[in-house]
């Protein structure tokens, strides 16, 4: 009797046994997959930070899903930071047509990133006629003249589009594109949450930054000099060229005002740092060189290019951060640093998503007077008064993670 038991009692735990692992295969089988189409590039540690702030947001907001990346240009850099955070990742090469043919069948839903345009149309595109199943896209800019016919026709037959600042949102309205749900969401770089601390620590003991006592400043060209990144491939062009070397004083002059400001009225040290490679050289040229020299012992000058673990690590223990870069300030609003932006016309219409986030006061377009007119008293004001700079940052990111938090569960409905 008792062998009997013995025997029902084994018999009992293995059928419980194949039972578990039906119900794990299936629930595999039924884990809906996700194909995230982004990494635009890697000369830029803003382009860089899409693509992390996107997947830190799936993982949050839709952990049950697989997501799987396909990526347009990753080098092995950049490839092993992403895996850093997110080990179980698969990133699709842009070339593995293998890799890309079983995305397409075995991936549910396809997910255009941030980015400023639509930027994988073609691919998009290719998804809808090959598989005929859902997609939709997160956090771009669209400037009118790139809505025409065919990407209208592609934005009308997504789930969603959400737009990274309502000028492309009202304009999209205008010209026709009517998805079931179009809105404002921030740019996925808000959600980035990279960090290589001991690259960032090393950085600032070598150049004695102290955290909290410092500003970080980026400079920019009106149009970027592709041309001087060997790995682009870009051939000169003379007519950019003239236009940026025309304007290069006209756009860093109040940058470098605003400098010699903090450093001779405050106790705070400024670092001169890239967010494009090409931004290097032209922080030397026109910020640190051209500084009094009883200012530049309190100037660093970053001498070499980072990548967004490092430089995010080094946002977070600034004071603050101003210039004519865009992502840098969108990473340290998310990460609850105090951020000025600037731009001028020749860029899209995504700074204004300063304005949408509550931080029109803290936005600076250098071909406006008047907006220029106050930046130095605004960059000096982040360190006067630490704590309403803090404040004003903190309502812009619970602003932000509001508007993330809805726009993924519209996400996780769609398919």
């Known amino acids: 009797m008792r062998s009997i038991l013995i025997l029902l009692y084994f018999t009992f735990l293995f059928v419980v046994d194949c039972q578990s692992q039906i119900t794990a295969i299936k629930q595999i089988e039924k884990k809906k997959k996700i194909l995230l189409?982004?990494?635009?590039?890697?000369?830029?540690?803003?382009?860089?930070?899409?693509?992390?702030?996107v997947l830190a947001l799936l993982d949050r907001y839709v952990p049950e899903a697989e997501v799987r990346l396909w990526?347009?240009?990753t080098d092995s850099s950049v490839k092993k930071m992403l895996q850093k955070r997110f080990p179980t990742l698969q990133i699709i090469d842009n070339h593995d047509t293998v890799?890309?043919?079983?995305?397409?069948?075995?991936?549910?839903?396809?997910?255009?990133?941030?980015?400023?345009?639509?930027?994988?149309?073609?691919?998009?595109?290719?998804w809808i006629n090959k598989t005929g199943k859902s997609f939709g896209v997160y956090g771009i800019t669209l400037a009118e003249?790139?809505?025409?016919?065919?990407?209208?026709?592609?934005?009308?037959?997504?789930?969603?589009?959400?737009?990274?600042?309502?000028?492309?949102?009202?304009?999209?309205?205008?010209?026709?594109?009517k998805a079931p749900v179009m809105d404002f969401a921030p740019d996925g770089a808000f959600a980035c949450d990279l960090r290589n601390e001991a690259e960032a620590l090393k950085f600032m003991s070598e150049n004695g930054l102290k955290e909290g006592k410092f500003l970080c400043v980026i400079p920019k060209y009106r149009r970027t000099p592709y041309w001087q990144i060997p790995t682009t491939n870009?051939?000169?062009?003379?007519?950019?060229?003239?236009?940026?070397?025309?304007?290069?004083?006209?756009?860093?002059?109040?940058?470098?005002?605003?400098?010699?400001?903090?450093?001779?009225?405050?106790?705070?040290?400024?670092?001169?740092?890239?967010?494009?490679?090409?931004?290097?050289?032209?922080?030397?040229e026109m910020l640190y060189d051209l500084l009094p020299e009883d200012v530049k012992k309190n100037?660093?000058?970053?001498?070499?290019?980072?990548?967004?673990?490092?430089?995010?690590?080094?946002?977070?223990?600034?004071?603050?951060?101003?210039?004519l870069e865009q992502h840098s300030p969108i990473m340290c609003i998310g990460n609850g640093i105090p951020a000025l932006v600037g731009r001028f016309k020749e860029q899209t219409?995504?700074?204004?998503?300063?304005?949408?986030?509550?931080?029109?006061?803290?936005f600076f377009d250098s071909d406006i007077e008047e907006q220029m007119a106050r930046l130095t008293s605004t960059v000096i004001s982040l360190v006067n008064d630490r704590k309403g700079a803090k404040k004003k940052t903190m309502k812009a990111k619970l602003f932000v993670e509001k508007k993330q938090k809805e726009s993924m569960k519209i996400l996780e409905t769609s398919f």
């Not at 189409?37 to 702030?53: E, F, K, L, M, Y």
């Not at 219409?349 to 803290?362: A, H, Q, R, T």
């Open 99 to 126: 890799a890309i043919n079983t995305a397409f069948k075995e991936c549910d839903f396809l997910l255009h990133g941030s980015g400023p345009s639509l930027v994988a149309s073609k691919d998009v595109e290719t």
């Open 145 to 177: 003249e790139l809505m025409d016919e065919r990407i209208i026709r592609i934005l009308n037959q997504s789930k969603f589009v959400f737009f990274r600042d309502t000028v492309s949102l009202e304009m999209a309205k205008k010209k026709g594109i």
């Open 37 to 53: 189409r982004s990494s635009w590039q890697s000369i830029n540690i803003g382009d860089i930070a899409h693509t992390p702030g």
């Open 349 to 362: 219409s995504k700074g204004y998503m300063w304005y949408n986030i509550g931080l029109e006061d803290w």
């Open 299 to 323: 100037v660093v000058w970053r001498n070499r290019f980072w990548l967004t673990d490092e430089a995010l690590s080094v946002y977070v223990r600034s004071a603050g951060l101003f210039g």
């Open 234 to 284: 870009r051939k000169y062009d003379e007519s950019i060229d003239k236009r940026n070397q025309l304007m290069k004083e006209h756009d860093l002059k109040p940058y470098r005002d605003a400098i010699i400001e903090i450093v001779r009225k405050t106790n705070y040290k400024v670092l001169i740092c890239p967010e494009d490679v090409t931004q290097v050289l032209l922080g030397k």
């Open 71 to 73: 990526a347009m240009e």
